[in-house]
């Protein structure tokens, strides 16, 4: 969760481009390769060879907080079969509803992503998301007693710590991803008040965002960051950073039924003019980054690990979901790609298995 990804009247931060933001074409690897990798690679699943989905090896729980609703929850994670994707599970309800982690099931997006089918509700799910994304989890079972995912500290780095307390484990069947042919772009805006956000072809996965939220607190941290998992740790560099909000905002969010659970214990807090939590900040930059941890956890409602590059100024929930439908609706800007073992796969889909 953040709070919009700016503010009213923002000057724009996003003029001067990022680099090397074209369209990325990898050296050496045209259509014709594709084709003879995929041979290689159904040659080499034969003899049993394969990058492998992943699950975790145990069920494990953990209580805590709805950021928005104050409700008191327990989590509970459990292994799934193959195939099965990321699944929530309201288990308080009088029959238990399934609530697939898709962007189909996107239905709010004020201030968090939240899952809707019929009436019940998953709120807040981006940071668990954005934790099982930067793990690599394919399957997972999520059990809810309450309509939100618990906040922890406003980051995903419980979830983590969850995630590889209880192991990973390979699975038998080929891990599947979603590789981006063309790009992709959504836009919200004109001139300086524009936002949007844009997938483009990349061997890897690479997320570049940039922040314009003028406030002063904010202001003197970086506005702009970019990760290349090839090289950056998803662990150490993306999961720690906290949500964000702000206390003359507190009132109106709470009258509309948003930020209830919201404390110093999960969310960087400030007034009008500074950070106020008496341990200031995790990393020089956390704002930016924790709109990067929120951008993987959305992105990751596609369904499958993307290979990609995604670019964004001052995006948020809304339309990184509009961009994960825009790029589902469009078939021939993407394919679904297996690779024949891990060490074919980019660098960027093995670093923290390593870790883990
Ligand atoms: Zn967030």
Not at 180 to 189: A, D, F, N, T, Y
Not at 287 to 314: E, N, S, T
Request: with cysteine; net charge negative.
């Amino acid at each position: 969760m953040t709070p919009s990804a700016s503010r009213p009247n923002g000057v724009t931060g996003c003029t001067s481009g990022f680099p090397n933001s074209g369209v990325l074409s990898p050296a050496g690897f045209s259509a014709e390769m594709a084709k003879s990798a995929t041979i290689v690679e159904v040659l080499i699943r034969f003899l049993g060879s394969m990058f492998h989905q992943r699950t975790i090896k145990q069920l494990v729980k953990t209580t805590g907080v709805g950021l928005h609703s104050g409700r008191r929850v327990e989590l509970t994670l459990r292994p799934a079969a193959p195939d099965t994707g990321i699944v929530f599970h309201r288990i308080d309800l009088p029959e238990v509803v399934d609530l697939p982690a898709q962007a189909a099931m996107v239905k709010d997006t004020r201030m968090a992503s939240v899952l809707s089918n019929g009436q019940a509700r998953v709120s807040t799910v981006e940071h668990l998301m954005s934790a099982l994304a930067g793990l690599g989890i394919d399957n997972l079972h999520v059990d809810l007693t309450a309509e939100e995912v618990p906040i922890m500290d406003g980051s995903a780095a419980t979830f983590v710590y969850l995630l590889r307390s209880a192991g990973i484990q390979e699975q038998a069947s080929a891990k599947q991803f979603l590789r981006v042919l063309k790009p992709i772009e959504v836009r919200e805006g004109e001139g300086a008040d524009a936002k949007w956000a844009r997938l483009e072809p990349h061997e890897g996965f690479a997320v570049a965002f940039s922040i314009d939220f003028r406030h002063p607190a904010i202001d003197s941290t970086a506005s702009f960051a970019e990760i290349d998992f090839a090289t950056d740790s998803y662990v150490k560099q993306i999961a720690r950073a906290r949500t964000f909000g702000f206390v003359n905002e507190v009132e109106a969010l709470r009258s509309a039924g948003l930020a209830r659970g919201g404390s110093f214990d999960n969310a960087i807090v400030m007034d009008e003019y500074r950070v106020l939590n008496s341990d200031g900040l995790r990393y020089d930059d956390e704002f930016v980054k924790h709109k990067i941890l929120d951008a993987v956890g959305d992105l990751y409602l596609i369904g499958k690990p993307l290979v990609a590059r995604y670019v964004a100024c001052k995006s948020g929930h809304a339309l990184n979901n509009q961009l994960a439908l825009k790029l589902l609706a469009q078939p021939d800007a993407f394919e679904i790609i297996t690779y024949a073992s891990a060490a074919q796969a980019p660098l960027a889909f093995r670093q923290e298995w390593k870790l883990a």
